[in-house]
């Protein structure tokens, strides 16, 4: 559920044993992450984001193998924004 190259980018060993306060931070991030994101979906806001999985993002840094979505690829919608 959690992103363990980010986690170890932070200092923070995926693999070790974690802490109640560790797990109970985890736990509080992820919800203010996904809250975060499904308020910047909202039909309220004219905001898109990209939150592919860390698999799917950490192979795909060269745009033309990322991920489509609705047929449109990353590099297409972010000139799609940016040239609006």
């Known amino acids: ?8 980018n932070c200092g ?3 693999s070790a044993a974690l802490t109640a306060n560790d797990t109970s931070y985890l736990r509080q991030w992820g919800r203010w992450v996904r809250g975060t994101l499904r308020d910047l979906g909202s039909e309220a806001t004219p905001h898109g984001y990209f939150a592919p999985s860390c698999l799917s993002h950490a192979a795909n840094l060269g745009w033309s193998a990322a991920p489509l979505i609705r ?3 990353m590099l297409d919608s972010l ?3 940016f040239f609006e």
Do not use: E, H, N, P
């Open 1 to 8: 559920q959690y992103d363990t190259a980010k986690l170890a």
């Open 71 to 73: 047929g449109v690829s």
């Open 79 to 81: 000139a799609a924004w």
């Open 12 to 14: 923070c060993d995926a």
